[in-house]
């Protein structure tokens, strides 16, 4: 007990006994959807989930796993399994993305870190490009946080920039890139007077240059290519006001679509394609249209397009956008710093914890879920297990993956009476999912049922408890869908394949031999979300959860 009069000491719960085993089960990438052929979920067989599903009505209900119930900033975040996991081990909401970066800015602490001090290095004899949305939207980007990083970056050092902007008039108004464009000229004008060569290299309309997503089109980001690091387009202009308004005439134009353009000098030169030694940060902050550039800008092994030429540079991130592959791997902005996770809570107050998950989702049931902090709080009383996932080819190959092997070990972890917390995740439904196979996700959601199957089995023969829930959906609706909800269609008139996570919510279910009559969902938590899952456990360990945490799901009812 420090002098704050801090302890990790939790009260006893006064209706639930200690002692019991709980196994926490977070199947990945699995919502909640009406029934159709593109939910793989209802199309497979899933016989423990159904009956879990169709058991106790008390037992059973949904949670929220997008936007602001797991700290991004609107409701058309979806969730990602990184978020995902830090508000089920935290049990608090803890701001992600646009938030954070504002904080980072704010404090100065983004230049602080290891991913500024990395692109600094190229500073004294090399350009920095800043390549991302034009925009004050705040879904992707916002313009204000690249001014306030134009200005941290020349004071500390860089003399040469170089700026790609890509065109909104979708978060924001059509024709609106105008106003912006000013504002930025103004701002890069000033930094000019102050000795800093700063000035628009290229740009081009987001959905047609760049920021495509879910690997739909890389023609797109091959435009994008071209022009910010080959400095070739098919229109050339002096400034980039000049360039959108002149683009702007022609008929049937708009902000979204603008052709791709560089920005020349007096000779027609170029004035900033990327080159050896150079600096590149992507500076939008969600994740979803800047994977396919930062997979260009970063990997050595790529085959989407050719990119002609590979300047040898150091790239970040605003943010880490993909934390299943790092990428990036430097980034601006570090994850929250989450304390106190219920992880740790429980690990003081003698709860054993075993961790298992396959390599793709290890980080998520360990790193993530311990409030993104590596290694244990305490090796005597926890072990975490890694299966080797598969590697040299895409998921739907093996669609399986290592569902079997996961519930084997978390079998073989609650049957030994070592542990009091199994915590496993199953990645079957998200990783697959993301291939956009269908047949072979519905192979991945009856794999993974019979992994809980697996699991729920062993809690049944020690009198224990389990929970089961998921992280964000996936699986349950694989097609992109029209206004009316029907499935979309392309030009060619087939349907088109949705390979990202959804804003669905995710279920979650109670049970076990070990469940004290009389627990039962909250009727007054309608819109509870994955950060109450954490309090719940607690509960259900025989503790009461912190007062700062979010509310728990369950009640007890004599």
């Not at 590979?310 to 605003?318: E, L, W």
């Amino acid at each position: 007990m420090g002098s704050t009069g801090f302890s990790w000491k939790l009260a006893d719960h006064p209706k639930l006994p200690k002692g019991k085993l709980v196994a926490m089960i977070v199947l990945d990438g699995w919502g909640e959807a009406s029934p159709d052929k593109y939910n793989c979920i209802h199309v497979a067989e899933t016989p423990t989930m159904d009956s879990l599903k169709n058991g106790a009505p008390d037992h059973w209900r949904l949670v929220r796993a997008h936007g602001t119930a797991v700290g991004l900033p609107t409701e058309d975040d979806m969730g990602n399994s990184e978020v995902g996991h830090n508000a089920l081990g935290a049990g608090r909401i803890y701001a992600q993305g646009a938030k954070l970066v504002d904080a980072a800015l704010e404090s100065g602490k983004i230049y602080e870190d290891e991913g500024f001090n990395y692109i600094k290095e190229s500073f004294p004899n090399n350009t920095l490009h800043l390549i991302g949305l034009m925009s004050d939207g705040g879904v992707h980007s916002r313009l204000d946080q690249v001014q306030l990083l134009l200005k941290g970056a020349s004071e500390r050092g860089a003399k040469k920039i170089r700026l790609h902007v890509l065109t909104d008039g979708r978060d924001v108004l059509d024709g609106s890139s105008v106003g912006f464009a000013e504002t930025l000229e103004k701002e890069l004008s000033d930094l000019r007077k102050k000795g800093i060569d700063a000035q628009v290299a290229s740009g081009g309309g987001r959905m047609y240059v760049t920021m495509d997503r879910y690997e739909n089109d890389w023609e797109v980001v091959k435009r994008g290519w071209d022009a910010q690091v080959l400095g070739e387009a098919p229109h050339k202009f002096k400034n980039v006001v000049e360039a959108i308004k002149t683009l702007r005439q022609a008929p049937g134009s708009n902000d979204q679509y603008l052709p791709p353009f560089v920005i020349v000098d007096d000779n027609g030169t170029p004035v900033g394609p990327i080159l050896d030694g150079d600096a590149v940060v992507t500076f939008n902050f969600r994740a979803d249209r800047m994977t396919m550039l930062a997979q260009a800008l970063e990997y050595e092994k790529f085959d989407k397009f050719d990119r002609v030429r590979v300047p040898k540079i150091r790239y970040a991130g605003m943010l880490q956008y993909d934390g299943e592959l790092k990428l990036p791997n430097y980034y601006l902005v570090s994850p929250p710093l989450i304390d106190r996770t219920s992880g740790e809570y429980l690990v003081h107050n003698g709860v054993r914890t075993f961790a298992c998950s396959e390599t793709v989702k290890f980080g998520h049931v360990t790193f993530f879920w311990n409030g993104n902090r590596s290694g244990y709080f305490n090796a005597e009383l926890e072990e975490y297990v890694e299966i080797p996932s598969d590697s040299g080819i895409t998921f739907n190959v093996q669609p399986k993956m290592k569902a079997l092997e996961i519930g084997e070990k978390a079998r073989d972890a609650i049957l030994s009476g070592r542990f009091d917390q199994v915590r496993v995740n199953i990645p079957n439904g998200d990783m697959v999912g993301h291939t956009g196979d269908v047949e072979a996700t519905v192979v991945a959601c009856k794999a993974a049922d019979e992994a809980v199957k697996m699991i729920l089995d062993a809690v049944k023969q020690v009198g224990g408890i389990y929970v089961v829930t998921a992280d964000h959906g996936n699986a349950e609706d694989m097609v992109k869908r029209n206004k009316k909800g029907e499935p979309a269609l392309d030009k060619e008139g087939n349907v088109q394949i949705l390979t990202s996570h959804t804003l669905q919510p995710v279920p979650i279910a109670i049970g076990g031999p070990g469940l004290t009559a009389g627990v039962k969902f909250r009727k007054d938590v309608p819109s509870g979300g994955l950060a109450n899952v954490a309090a719940t456990v607690m509960n259900l360990h025989g503790f009461v959860a912190p007062d700062d945490y979010e509310t728990t799901l369950i009640e007890v009812v004599e």
